[in-house]
C-alpha cells in the first residue's frame, strides 16, 4: 500500500540532480542536493556540522548564477 513512497524521484531545487539518500540525506521535495546545500550554507556552518563537498561534482554543469 506504500509503494509510491519511492516510485518518483526529486530533484535538487537547484541544480536538479535527482536527490539519493545516503548522499544528501533527504530524497524529500524541494531540498536542495548536498553540493548545493555546501554552497549555499557552508559558510554559516561549523565545519564539523556538515560534510566537505563531494568531488568530482556529480552535479550537471550549471551556468555561472547571479548573485
Ligand atoms: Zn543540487
Known amino acids: 500500500m506504500d ?3 519511492h516510485s518518483s ?3 535538487c531545487i537547484s541544480c536538479t540532480v535527482i536527490l539519493d539518500y545516503y548522499r544528501d540525506g533527504t530524497e524529500e521535495e524541494g531540498y536542495r542536493c548536498h553540493n548545493c546545500y555546501w554552497e ?4 554559516y556552518m561549523r565545519k564539523k556540522d556538515v560534510l566537505d563537498l563531494i568531488l568530482p561534482d556529480y552535479r550537471p554543469k550549471k551556468k555561472k548564477h547571479n548573485k
Open 9 to 11: 524521484k526529486n530533484k
Open 40 to 43: 549555499e550554507e557552508g559558510p
Open 3 to 5: 509503494n509510491t513512497k
